[in-house]
């Protein structure tokens, strides 16, 4: 169960269920809380889960990252949650630039890139 | 007087017939085709000699006259007013006063049962004529839509070429960026602590997994490069049971949060396969209906087998293919329309027919826009 008052809640939606591996045991392993959505499902967990920063993968099949960040937005309860847009595509910054998110992170990614993206966004709540 | 005339009109045929021709010409519709309206007129004058000199008052010619007849007089006035003009100065003036007086009514009625001929004739070379430029018109119509069809094909083909690089380059990263994490997730906890066996066994089950699938997607990229040239593959197959097969690449779909419906038939099922191939081709049938579905929804896979094939059907409930586009699906970079709002490369499907193909087996996918696709799969089953 997520403990918000001690640590921060990190959601992490990608359909690849290795990368939400890694990154579940990489937050963990710093005392984040980690929640998971590998396919759908992402909007539900926000609004119950109320994490502190969203790791959202840019594409999806079925919904993609940029329908959840539109949704997420739109949604009173999750408007205001940071989102960090995932995406191992090329022109991740020129698709990330047209959506309302608020930072990015390029595929594939240095430990300290993911710890200090996650740290930056949680603390600035 | 029989034989009389029937010299009289075998020296005349050729100059009857031309006055006909010139006769008809000034109707206009002698401009169509005048070499084979010439020759009709020669051939129906010859019947009219021959009407004229055997039974004059034949009881059919009578009929086919009135026919005749009120067909000139419904359709082409000018025709006739032409036909009567060529019978009061050529034909009859050769003939005898008596010969004229005794077969003029009935030359009149043979010239407007010619005339009438001639007309319908006419008019089924008209409509002849009419029709051949309208097919013409309608081939050249369809070559250029065929054209344009093809244009359109290869500039898609072209556009998905040149985006399959980077999907490609986005496919392989996907793993990559697991393994790279995890490795390093496993560098960095080692400097500060030694981590449990279990720990590390889950790091390494996910690098493992992730080898895979790049290993899988680098095969199929070769695979694509020799099809592209013509080659063939080169199969390693084996005798092995589809059942574990079957089952185990079902559980990989799951992991990524999908419900397979798997219905086997009771084992052994066997065939003689390169089982890297077919596990591709199954991974790539469920990858498809998992990414054109949605979540929700369950995949079905079925494998069964009667006596000489083995059946193996993958089915979604997702977004289908539109029927005209279902012939494509399977060339190289095609992506069908209702495809394109997910990332591909466009060589999975291609991959999978020529794979299937080459073991012996056969391919058919149905699909219905809104309701899913089905793709059935036949493999000469291990006698």
Known sequence: ?125 | MTSALQQRFASERHNIADRWFRAIATTGVASYRPAEIRARLQKLTDMMIEAAVSDPFNGTHARSIGVSLARLRSLNAQTLAATLRVIGTGLTAPLSRDEVVALQPRLVELMAEVAGAYYAASRDIILQEQEEVRSALFATQQQAEAADEARAIAEASARARSDVLSHVAHDLRSPLTSIKGQTDLIADRVQRETPSTDWLRLRMNSIRASTQRMQGMIGELLDASRLQVGEQLELNPRQVDLVDLVKRVAQSTEMIGRTVKVDVESGPIEAFVDIARLERVLHNLLNNAAKYSPSQTAIELSLSQDSERVQLIVRDHGVGIPADELPLVTTPFYRASTARAVPGTGLGLAGVKAIIEQHGGELAIESVMGEGTCVVIHLPRLQ
Not at chain 1, 15 to 40: H, K, Q, S, T
């Open chain 1, 1 to 125: 169960m997520t403990d918000s008052t001690s640590s921060p809640t990190v959601l992490v939606v990608d359909d690849d269920p290795e990368i939400v591996d890694f990154l579940e045991a990489a937050l963990a392993g710093r005392g984040y809380n980690v929640l998971v959505a590998i396919n759908g499902g992402a909007l539900d967990i926000a609004q119950t889960g109320q994490p502190d920063l969203i790791l959202l993968d840019l594409l999806m099949p079925g919904m993609d990252g940029v329908e959840i960040t539109r949704r997420l937005r739109e949604e009173p309860s999750t408007a205001r949650i940071p989102i960090v847009v995932m995406s191992a595509h090329e022109r991740l910054h020129f698709a990330a630039s047209a959506m309302p998110v608020d930072d990015r992170l390029p595929k594939p990614f240095e430990l300290d890139e993911l710890y200090d993206t996650v740290a930056r966004w949680v603390q600035g709540r």
